[in-house]
């Protein structure tokens, strides 16, 4: 085995790195033993689109129109189902995001303890509007739902990374912490 | 790191370990006597394992309460087709936080449940479908069913005793409506996390469209400690009809906000003020919500009952998930009830005309009345709207989206007049 996860979680590596390649190839050398490993653990080969997709995220940072044909070929579906499916998930990106996705929790327990200052302190820090990438490339900051971690708010994710208790005078130390 | 507010009246049955960093791995879990119940569970048959489960009363923690062992024993027992179980790891209501502590602190916990569980129902592969923004627990589930393989409590002829377990962790996408069961087997199977029409019921037909039981993180978490103790034990605690122990999550306007864990005759309105500490100084609470965003908002007078299924339920709410929202006199009630619903509104699925319609609708009226634009006919166009959401769906979210504005309006409908009549709100800033 090249890459040495477990078949087991193979279907569940946090696709959101740093590092971005949207030109790196899908599904070769590791990726292909990590794709046969997926379609090992499912009855049939439509229940791996999520795995998949996630992988091809993972790889990519985002899901592009060829992404989804590779990942329809794949899988030996259309095209037109796999974009169906994948923009049903909000963690699907299908439009490429900055370098740092930041979401931030304004759910109902995160915005009863100061969720929007939060937002109003990362989207002044990175000069940008909701949704919008920053000019120079580095920051998306976006609003999500509950977190699941109400009890210490304001939640804020920033790729594949938590954090929890966020108050407004922390955003600067947080984005400084990136680099 | 001590968990955050632990207290002495507490039931420390699940969250013993909470904060314990070396109950996380293996080794130090089976130190604190992990695994213990696997190995009693083997030694009985399947269907011993069921009737035990039964006889505790445990019924689900991932909102519904229906009785488990229950469940269980609507799984075929023939063979003819492949058994499932999935775990329901997607931990998404507003205000829910247990299973994330729960999977982070003592993730061999809720896989020995599985294990058990699986061996119960006859299943020989079992997925755990977790949320995909967890990514911290994700990480720490991973290495623990990892090293459950390694020690071979997963895989062929689990320890000699010619049972064998798959168990894959299937991350979410992002979407709560993945939650719901049928939601969730839909999307397990590579589909949009659209809810189905029940019966089919998924001990009939669920995952790949074979038998399969659904349960919530918490539910098979408690599993090896009935398993290990006995169902009279576990009815030490509770009710007659809710026994056992609860991780309820707090949040809100709480001095010490977190999760707490007690016996399910506990009084509800000693554990806002007494476990929680009510809320910060100087501040006064106006609304409950004892379980999740889903179930009908309650005045401080209505607190004082027990928290078992019957207790709250008789005292006009829902135990839901658990998941307690505490809203004090600073907050404005309809910014916070349109935030509800515009979650709703947002999670939606779509497949109902009354939801993804009355979702929308909900919301923008309440952001007019909000904005000070309110009529007086909005009150009675919000309970009609309500009114067509409820009971007519395929699943339960269009029910959930009306509760907050209904129940609100019934309870506090001085907020609304008040936005209404005068534009202005009776939060206390
Ligand atoms: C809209 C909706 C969302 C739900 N979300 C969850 C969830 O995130 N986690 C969960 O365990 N159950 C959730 N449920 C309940 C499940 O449908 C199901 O009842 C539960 O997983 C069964 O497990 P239990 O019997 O152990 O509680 C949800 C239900 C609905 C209607
Ligand atoms: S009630 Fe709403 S969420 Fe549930 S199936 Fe219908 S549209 Fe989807
Ligand atoms: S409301 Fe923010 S984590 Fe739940």
């Known amino acids: 085995m090249s890459d040495g996860l477990h078949p087991a979680v193979v279907s569940a590596q946090p696709s959101q790195r740093d590092e971005k390649n949207p030109d790196a190839p899908l599904f070769e050398g590791e990726y292909q033993d990590r794709l046969e490993k997926i379609l090992s653990r499912y009855p049939f080969k439509r229940a791996a689109l999520l795995p998949v997709l996630n992988m091809a995220q993972q790889v990519r940072g985002w899901i592009s129109p060829d992404t989804i044909k590779r990942v329809a070929e794949i899988l030996e579906l259309s095209p037109a189902y796999v974009r169906s499916v994948a923009s049903f998930y909000t963690m699907f990106q299908l439009r490429p995001a900055g370098k740092y996705l930041i979401q931030v929790c304004t759910g109902i327990g995160c915005d009863l303890c100061g969720a929007e200052d939060v937002v109003e302190g990362l989207l002044k820090a990175t000069g940008t509007r909701i949704g919008e990438t920053s000019a120079d490339g580095k920051y998306t900051v976006v609003e999500v739902e509950c977190l699941a971690g109400c009890g210490f708010p304001t939640m804020v994710q920033i790729n594949d990374r938590m954090y929890e208790n966020v108050k407004a005078e922390d955003v600067e130390g947080l984005l ?3 680099d | 790191m001590a968990y955050p507010h632990a207290h002495p009246r507490e039931v420390r049955l699940l969250s013993k370990y909470f904060g314990d960093e070396d109950a996380i791995g293996i080794e130090g879990w089976a130190e604190r006597g992990g695994y213990v119940a696997l190995e009693k569970a083997l030694e009985m048959g399947p269907d011993e394992v069921t009737e035990v489960v039964k006889e505790s009363g445990l019924r689900g923690r991932g909102g519904a309460g229906f009785p488990a062992g229950l469940k269980w024993s609507f799984m075929p027992k023939d063979g003819k087709r492949p058994n ?63 090293e459950a393989y390694r020690k071979g409590y997963l895989g062929e002829n689990i320890l000699g005793s010619g049972y064998d377990l798959e168990l894959t962790v299937h991350l979410g996408a992002g979407a709560y409506i993945a939650g719901e069961e049928t939601g969730l087997l839909s999307s397990l199977e590579g589909r949009r996390a659209e809810p189905k029409v029940k019966p089919p019921f998924p001990a009939q037909r669920g995952a790949f469209g074979m038998p399969t039981t659904v349960n919530n ?3 098979l978490a408690a599993v090896p400690h009935i398993v290990e103790n006995g169902a009279d034990w576990y009815r030490q605690w509770g009710t007659e009809k809710s026994p056992g122990t609860k991780l309820f999550s707090c949040c809100g306007h709480l001095q010490r906000p977190g999760n707490y864990e007690v016996s399910l005759d506990f009084n509800l309105k000693e554990l806002v003020y007494d476990l929680c500490g009510g809320p910060p100084e100087g501040r006064q609470l106006r609304a409950v919500i004892p379980g999740g965003s889903s179930v009908p908002l309650m005045t401080v007078d209505e607190i004082d009952c027990d928290v078992s299924y019957e207790g709250i339920e008789a005292a006009g709410s829902l135990q839901g998930s658990g998941g307690l929202i505490a809203i004090d006199d600073s907050a404005c009630l309809l910014r916070s009830i349109r935030k509800m619903v515009d979650f709703y509104a947002h999670e939606s699925c779509g497949q109902c005309t009354n939801c993804r319609e009355g979702t929308v609708w909900l919301a923008n009226i309440l952001r ?3 904005r000070g634009d309110g009529r007086e006919e909005d009150l009675p166009l919000l309970l009609d709207v309500g009114a067509n959401m409820a009971g007519r769906t395929i699943c339960p979210l269009s029910d959930s989206a009306a509760v907050p504005v209904v129940s609100g309006i019934q ?19």
């Open chain 1, 176 to 178: 400084k912490e990136l």
């Open chain 2, 84 to 146: 499932y179980l999935a775990c329901n790891a997607d931990e998404s209501e507003p205000g829910t936080f247990k299973d994330r502590e729960i999977m982070r602190w003592t993730p061999h916990q809720m896989i020995e449940g599985i294990i058990i569980c699986s061996y119960a129902i006859r299943a020989q592969h079992a997925y755990i479908y977790i949320r995909g923004e967890m990514v911290d627990v994700v990480r720490v589930v991973n290495d623990a069913v990892v």
């Open chain 2, 217 to 219: 993180v918490e539910t």
């Open chain 2, 411 to 429: 309870k506090f409908e001085e907020e609304f007049v008040a936005h209404i009549k005068d534009g202005t709100c009776t939060a206390v800033r």
């Open chain 2, 368 to 370: 007019r009345i909000e």
